[in-house]
């Protein structure tokens, strides 16, 4: 997708790697979204770093900081535009940027000025390798195009900020290449707040500025850029002892005659090697109990390590990249539908996901600007992920792995949020229908992804512990108390509240669930576990289809009027297990009704137990012409051409005169 003029100015195309944390490449090429200190970063900055380019012709020189118009918030503070966005740098005219995940383009041109310079960025996505795709850092190729008729000098440079407040940074020399190493020198390896970062250059004449002039106010910024824009080569500046927050610079000397181009490549990474629990310092009060190491800081000593290596890989970590991204580019799929499917990917390079020191996957609900949204690689929630399990399917099953270790209790329920560091006491909130349900499913898929049969027969015991859990005595939510498949009793569920009763959404994964439980077992051996998920999978899917469907569409069966229904559960919650969701906030004694329920409403995810068996090769829990029939009334029920005059008063992602889905209709009040 092509982007200019103001499209560009909600772009920020993250460079990182899987669970390292990424920097954003804005869309007019600044450098932006700094989330590589183990926590999210919207809105930030690191400095004045950048890419420049001086260009001089028969004498005469012209300096512009490679990135187009400032694409910030202009009013504000009073205090005129943020410094650190470049906006008071020369800056280029004409921006065009192409991002096609993972690969973003840019290209910046201006008339009369005599070279058009174009960026490759990315970091290595390859699928099923997940080593190389979870490198901490940024790969940058310009390719400097001269388009004048006359020969040009050029100078290419990169600054870099050391965002350490005792800083020290030491130029070095591999292979011919020239990198500055930017070190924190107050702190030691181990502390939580050690930090390195690596800029590192192949061109073939690359000179190292160690560290930009040291005064006051804006001196420091102003001094670099006179001697950037101003002398024939940057001084090679360096001070003996470690300052605050200081600036190295890389420059690329080239010559380029008319109508030729160069290239230049450069890389960023970065080690930030202990990440720590910052979210829950009540629960984890000792540093040393809330700290782990990144996976990526087992694999590579320093930032240094990790910036060689990838210049050394360049070029075949790009063609890798390639194949991958050519494949889903031309697709026979819609370019809006391909332009989703990039867009999404790219969160598996955002700080949503971390990987663990033995590289094990882990991940947020999501993310605010400042801190990770609902901690604990959550069930429910990555249901909906189906990326991962086909393009890195090891990590993927890892998420398995680390829930039968640390999550799942003797008595078969499944903690729905996985602690951090791992082996912290589980989560006490009540299990999640859709989410362990939904555990049990993708155990079946990973096994099936993966072929490993041993890897089942390992953690069977585990696995059909969840399963079971649906009609233990032990469950007080009594989902399916009586075993006859079908749920009835309190369901938690995604949408952070309970229904009660049996329903198509939940009950499809508890369907769901049985089959493919009854395929595992019988897998490896266990003809009896096999047979009793078999009966009970028949009978809740004849019962299902029989008393669920109204003829138009799968509905809840409950009567709103019965408070019973919730009595039996009781009122009594534990304080740690979040009072306000206790069984005795679900009835509204104004109304005389049970809160929070579908009833006879059109629910968007009564299907959903047909989509997930559908991706994993499962039979239809549904009979096909009811499907059919739901699946159409799903759309004239809840697509809304105009948003307008809907009334809702949860989260809303659409307004005004968008369209849209009403997630569900409720036919009972709140």
């Known amino acids: 997708m092509r982007y200019e003029d103001e499209k560009l100015e909600k772009i920020s195309f993250p460079l990182g790697g899987i669970g390292t944390g990424c920097v954003g490449l804005a869309g007019n090429g ?9 926590r999210p970063n919207k809105r930030s900055h690191n400095g004045f770093s950048h890419f420049a380019i001086r260009v001089t012709q028969n004498g005469k020189s012209t300096s512009k900081v490679l990135q187009g118009d400032c694409i910030s918030e202009f009013s504000g503070n009073g205090m005129g535009v943020f410094t650190q966005t470049m906006a008071g740098f020369p800056h280029f005219r004409e921006v065009c940027f192409e991002g096609q995940f993972p690969v973003a383009q840019l290209q910046l041109s201006e008339d009369g000025f005599p070279v058009v310079a174009h960026l490759r960025a990315f970091n290595p996505f390859i699928p099923h390798n997940e080593y190389d795709s979870s490198l901490p850092a940024a790969f940058f190729e310009w390719e400097l195009e001269n388009v004048s008729e006359r020969d040009a000098e050029c100078a290419l440079g990169f600054s870099l900020c050391n965002p350490c407040k005792s800083s020290i940074n030491t130029v070095f020399a591999q292979d011919g290449r020239r990198g500055v190493l930017l070190r924190n020198a107050g702190k030691i390896e181990d502390d939580v707040e050690y930090f390195d970062l690596c800029m590192l250059c192949d061109g073939e004449d690359t000179l190292a500025e160690e560290y930009w002039y040291r005064g006051r106010w804006q001196d420091a910024h102003t001094m670099y850029w006179r001697n950037f824009s101003e002398m024939e080569r940057m001084p090679e500046r360096t001070y003996p002892t470690a300052g605050n927050g200081d600036h190295a610079t890389l420059v690329s000397y080239l010559q380029i005659p008319a109508g030729e181009h160069r290239r230049v490549r450069f890389v960023m990474a970065w080690n930030a090697p202990n990440a720590y629990n910052y979210w829950a310092r009540d629960a984890v009060k000792d540093w040393d109990d809330r700290l782990w190491k990144n996976y990526y800081a087992t694999q590579f000593a320093d930032s240094r390590a990790t910036a060689e290596y990838a210049m050394e890989h360049f070029d075949s970590l790009y063609e890798k990249t390639k194949v991958f991204a050519d494949a889903l580019q031309s697709s026979s799929l819609p370019q809006s539908l391909i332009d989703a499917i990039s867009s999404n990917l790219s969160v598996l390079k955002s700080p949503t996901v971390l990987r663990l020191p033995d590289g094990s996957l882990w991940g947020w609900e999501g993310v605010t600007d400042k801190a990770g949204s609902c901690e ?3 069930q429910h929630v990555w249901n909906y992920a189906y990326a991962l399990p086909f393009l890195f399917p090891r990590l993927e099953r890892s998420m398995r792995d680390v829930t039968l270790k640390y999550a799942l209790g003797e008595d078969g329920k499944s903690s729905f949020r996985i602690m951090l560091p791992l082996g912290r006491k589980p989560w006490p909130f009540r299990a999640c229908v859709d989410g362990q349900m939904g555990e049990v499913i993708k155990c079946y898929r990973e096994w099936k992804i993966s072929g490993d049969t041993e890897w089942l027969r390992e953690n069977a015991d585990g696995i059909f512990k969840m399963l079971e859990y649906a009609w233990s005595e032990k469950n007080p939510d009594r989902w399916d108390a009586d075993m006859d498949g079908v ?8 949408l952070d509240m309970e229904l009660f009763g049996p329903n198509p959404w939940l009950q499809g994964f508890y369907l769901l669930a049985l089959d493919c439980g009854a395929k595992m077992a019988e897998a490896i051996g266990d003809c009896v576990r096999a047979e009793k998920y078999r009966v009970l999978y028949e009978n809740g899917r004849k019962w299902t289809n ?6 138009e569409y799968f509905s809840q069966k409950i009567d709103l009027k019965d408070k019973s229904i919730l009595d039996r559960f009781g ?28 009833a006879n409403g059109c629910i968007i995810d009564q299907m959903l137990a047909d989509w997930h068996g559908a991706i994993i090769g499962a039979a239809p829990v549904f009979d096909g012409d009811k499907k059919h029939k739901a699946l159409e009334s799903l759309y004239r029920y809840n697509y809304k051409p105009s948003i307008r005059e809907v009334a809702n008063m949860w989260r809303n992602f659409a307004a005004d005169d968008e369209g849209g889905n009403d997630h569900l209709l409720l036919s009972g009040t709140i």
């Open 571 to 598: 009122t009594e919650e534990d304080e740690s297990v979040l009072k306000s969701n206790g069984s005795g906030n679900y009835w509204n004694s104004e109304a005389g009704e049970i809160k929070y329920q579908i």
């Open 546 to 551: 029989e008393n669920l469907f109204n003829g």
């Open 487 to 494: 749920m009835e009793g309190r369901q938690h569920h995604t």
């Open 30 to 38: 600044a450098l932006i979204d700094w989330e590589i200190f183990n």
């Open 376 to 378: 604990g690689s959550c």
